[in-house]
């Protein structure tokens, strides 16, 4: 074995840079890591191993490299092994590529691509988002061992099944970021009722589901939904992070009072005296009916105005239904074909939250109060269920009627801007700080599914666009 006097004389100049500059990456990395943490400093002992990764070698990580084959200018190598050393040099780089990509994903950024509507027309269907996990603060995974570039589920390639192993479990914890979700933000986070998901059927949620179920009979959700009795005890549970993620602007944040009137959001923070309404966004969406004299809007009409091949429905030869911007309205209202066009009516949203247990529609709702860290608030039946959830199922602490519960947690309020064509907060409740995923930096894609390769499949005007406030 070779002495440390003689691995000393073999450091070279460019073995000291490339130890130097990885030895600085991993203090500034655990440093922000156990910022709060002092315990997780320890992680600093490891620095000398890292140090000899690049200069002594006494561990004998590049082992298989004696097996490399000499080149033609070279003496022979008598260890040389060519089919070895090529299975260890891919072994290396994948194990490589795929502790590089865990550790992007989870501390620094991600992509997410936009799969429903419920942000039209602000983020469209197609969008292809460059999440930052470290604007909000990166969290340190509940559950560490997990499959990279996977959520919760192995590909069908590989045999399905979960992609995470849920012991060990670590606790919440985030990292010192640069910014809290604000009202206005479009905020990434893991689904808050995503926690029970019926094998093969999360949308809807399993909550929504069994309500349904015990309003209508499981015969009523096997014609809605396709969904058995057997389904219903189909299920499997996920930890925070291995939730479906979700992508919703934020409209109310810890301490504030929220209440919607008519489609318009009133917000009210604990230190203020009155409601403010908050602006329209520009992108922002409701479900209307337009009734025609019988004329015909065609697919080229419908294009123009900016309505895609999934929201059309006709409803008969006078009749359509459409989610439409106010710019969009007052467009088709210049039809001369066009008779009228009515706001769709708030029943059509069906029950909220708290399901079973109001009588808000997701028209006119509230008034809600946010929770935020360190509140003290008295349970009475009027608000019981109301944070009855993030009592037992986000804090699991017990909550009773007549006492004071104090919230461990800040609350946000989720919407999408596709009001009447968003599962949201009004559906599932509040997201706790410990779901919240990242902030969208930018589209690095988009992709625009109903029109072909050459004529517009690519919508270039929205590459490297912001996710707008």
């Not at 030895?23 to 655990?30: G, H, L, R």
């Not at 942000?119 to 604007?135: I, N």
């Not at 004329?295 to 091949?309: A, E, F, N, V």
Request: proline share 6%; aromatic share 14%; glycine share 6%.
């Amino acid at each position: 074995m070779t002495s440390l006097k003689e691995r000393l004389t073999k450091i070279t100049k460019k073995d000291i840079i490339r130890a130097s500059v990885w030895s600085v990456i991993y203090i500034v990395f655990i440093v922000w890591v156990a910022w709060d943490d002092q315990q997780s400093l320890l992680w600093l002992l490891l620095l000398p191993v890292i140090a000899d990764m690049f200069t002594t070698r006494f561990i004998p990580w590049n082992w298989w490299k004696k097996y490399k084959p000499a080149a033609k200018d070279e003496d022979p190598n008598p260890k040389a092994n060519a089919t070895l050393y090529t299975i260890c040099s891919w072994i290396d780089a994948i194990v490589f590529a795929l502790v590089a990509v865990y550790f992007i994903n989870v501390y620094i950024f991600q992509n997410y691509q936009i799969p429903s509507s419920s942000l039209e027309k602000s983020l469209r269907v197609g969008d292809y988002l460059l999440v930052s996990k470290m604007s909000y603060g990166a969290r340190v995974p509940n559950t560490p061992l997990s499959m990279p570039l996977t959520q919760h589920t192995m590909p069908k390639w590989l045999g399905g099944g979960k992609s995470f192993i849920e012991n060990p479990q670590w606790d919440y914890k985030r990292l010192r970021g640069w910014d809290t979700p604000q009202q206005g933000d479009i905020v990434v986070f893991n689904f808050p009722a995503g926690d029970t998901v019926v094998i093969g059927h999360e949308n809807p949620d399993y909550y929504s589901l069994k309500y349904f179920a015990q309003q209508y009979g499981i015969n009523a959700l096997r014609s809605q939904f396709g969904i058995t009795n057997a389904d219903m005890h189909n299920l499997v549970y996920r930890p925070v992070d291995r939730r479906e993620n979700y992508v919703k602007r934020c409209v109310g944040t810890p301490g504030d009072s929220l209440q919607i009137i008519d489609n318009i959001i009133f917000t009210r923070h604990i230190d203020e005296q009155g409601w403010h309404e908050e602006p329209e966004k520009e992108g922002l969406q409701l479900n209307y009916y337009v009734e025609t004299d019988g004329h015909i809007l065609t697919s080229s009409y419908l294009d123009q105005i900016g309505i895609s091949k999934d929201d059309r429905a006709k409803i008969n030869s006078t009749l359509y239904h459409f989610p439409l911007t106010h710019s969009m309205r007052q467009q088709m209202l210049k039809n001369p074909h066009v008779v009228a066009i009515h706001l769709e009516d708030e029943r059509a949203g069906g029950s909220v939250y708290p399901l079973g247990h109001t009588s808000w529609t997701r028209d006119n709702y509230g008034p809600i109060y946010i929770p935020r860290r360190g509140d003290r608030i008295l349970i009475t039946e009027d608000n019981y269920h109301i944070y009855r959830r993030v009592a037992e199922t986000y804090e699991h602490r017990p909550i009773h009627i007549g006492e004071e519960y104090e919230f461990q947690m800040n609350y946000y309020w989720m919407m999408g801007d596709n009001r009447h064509n968003s599962a949201d907060s009004r559906y599932w409740g509040f997201v706790p700080e410990d779901h919240i995923v990242g902030r969208p930096v930018f589209i690095w894609l988009s992709i625009e599914k109903d029109n072909p390769w050459f004529k517009g499949h690519i919508r270039w005007n929205r590459l490297f666009h912001g996710a707008e406030k």
